[in-house]
């Protein structure tokens, strides 16, 4: 038989007989680690497939992002072949992997029990105990679905039905079988080590119309040490989740009465957001930023002139139709109303660049499964600021919104966070305005103000906005899941549909261009960050109470006032905690509450005139005076700050 060549990644070629199984090309040159696929000129494969031409091939270690994405989906197949055995009737539809995991959908009648996940469980270890073969086989389209109809899988039906291709593959393992490209694990006791995580209702394909599904949703990890890991970072998240914490601290409410991802800001969560909108305006201005105020409504001639109406609409509330004929929408942006601003007068090349800024409300359709306490919301205020400059300034004002960014961040202590260059999907017309030349152009300014401020970044291709390339900020949790924060979108679309000019040197109109650019994000999603980032402990200078003051017994309460009085009108956010209850008891209140200092007052301290303060994580500070206590509590603030 023929000889074919093998290139691996070492460099070296092998020469093999055409057919050879890749497992048996791989003793002797695989890298170390746990191997549980590979890749033949790039494209994922089982183990035990034939090489059948001159190829290049890769070793799938199981730790790699790939190597856990067919752990996770072959323990999705796992499960389902483990759900099937316990509850026969029970349907397959389909099991994706997804971040740190995967979920399979089943047809079932009712939800699935927390008892019910644990035999599925057990049930799911016997099976990888034993050790079952997993094998692939391919066939036709029309035999597939024969397959599937006499096992009575509808769904697997309606899914084959359409599938384009001819030949289908199916993974099996046992007497348990399910259609999937692949590739899985050799052998099912490669799943070592698994957890379920959670159920939930799902409709057949996303769609509310169809038919509900019972999710049940997983883990899985190369070793039981990662997942163990894992298990704890998850309770880690659990213990900072903004909509527990926001509900405990009294920050923030969402209710039904008025309705999902419209928040309510409690008056502690609107001391919070009262310290970040004074932060950042005073910081903002000090730059030359100008701050405006706009409506939240606009006629939708607006927006459908800026294109929102056209690319944006599925996240737009419907249109609001008055007698007189007027229509009006709530806006989604703030970039039109700043627009019009810019309209509202004659511009030379001198006045450039102009930056408007405003803390802007809008409000966007998001979809009801994708809303989530602060972080997701309909409605929502904007740190936003539109720059209208020259061409000739667009790699200085982006440079300087970076600039900002990373002061920001410093001002605030984040530190892992990373920079995301978003491109359009060239292939999406209906997302991203067809303009080939102006998107390559403004991914061009993007790179080279990136460069200049020199940070690293990662691309995503289809995260751009419509109108064009953004670098984004990411921040992670504790998870290591990111969400956006920070913003920085070039834009020569808008200028361009609006007409927008200034009057240059040679006395010609020209077009300026447009950076969009949003710093603290949302107020919503960067109170939802701050408070899993400091689980509720809020750093002395955004806490919305710095000073709970408590006192032994009634008999200091005059003194207290005076105390409290002083505090307050020195500016401080302080209580005074007067009821007729026990020390240790007011103590702890003040410390669940996560307020920085409960400043103490005993008899000792009225007559010694002082006060005895206690750090929140409950260290005691000598008595000392008050105005030695404001001293330290400033230099806790400059320090905060960065300025010590
Ligand atoms: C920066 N027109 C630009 C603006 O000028 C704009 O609106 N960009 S955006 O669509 O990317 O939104 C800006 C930021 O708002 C995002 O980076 C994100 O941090 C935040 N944000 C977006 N949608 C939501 C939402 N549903 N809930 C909370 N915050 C959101
Ligand atoms: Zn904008």
Redesign the pocket.
Known sequence: MENIHVRLPDGQTVEVRRGTRIDEIGSGHRADGDIIAAKVDGRPVDLNRPVEQDCFLEWISIDSPDGLDVLRHSTAHLMAQAVQSLFPGTQVTIGPTIEDGFYYDFKRDRAFTAEELEKIEARMAEIAQSNLKVSREEMPKSQAIELFRNMGEDYKVAILEEIPDETVSLYRQGDWVDLCRGPHVPSTGAIKAFKLTGVAGAYWRGNEKNEMLQRIYGTSWPTKQALKEHLRLLEEAKKRDHRKLGQELGLFMISDAIGPGLPVWLPKGAMVRSILERYIVDLERSLGYQHVNTPQLARVDLYKRSGHWDHFKDNMYPLMEFENKEELVLRP???PHHIVIYQHGLHSYRDLPIRLAELGT?Y?Y?RSGTLSG?????A?T?N???IFCLPEQIQSEAVGVLRLIERVYRDFGFKDYWYRLSLRNSKDKANFVDNDAMWDKAESYLRQALSEVGVAYKEAVGEA?YYGP?I?VQLNDVLGHS?????V?LDFYLPERFELEYVDKDGQYKRPVMI???VI??M??MMAFLIEHHAGNFPLWLAPVQIKIVTVTDQQLDYARRIFMELKAGGWRVELDERNEKLGYKIREAQLAKIPYAVVIGDKEVQAQTVAPRRRGGENLPSMSLNDFVERLKSELAREKGEA
């Open positions: 942006m703030n970039c809008m966007r998001e602060l972080s997701r919301v309909r929502m904007l936003d600021a539109h906005a953004k984004d969400e956006t924060l920070s913003t979108q969009h650019r949003g994000s949302t919503e999603r």
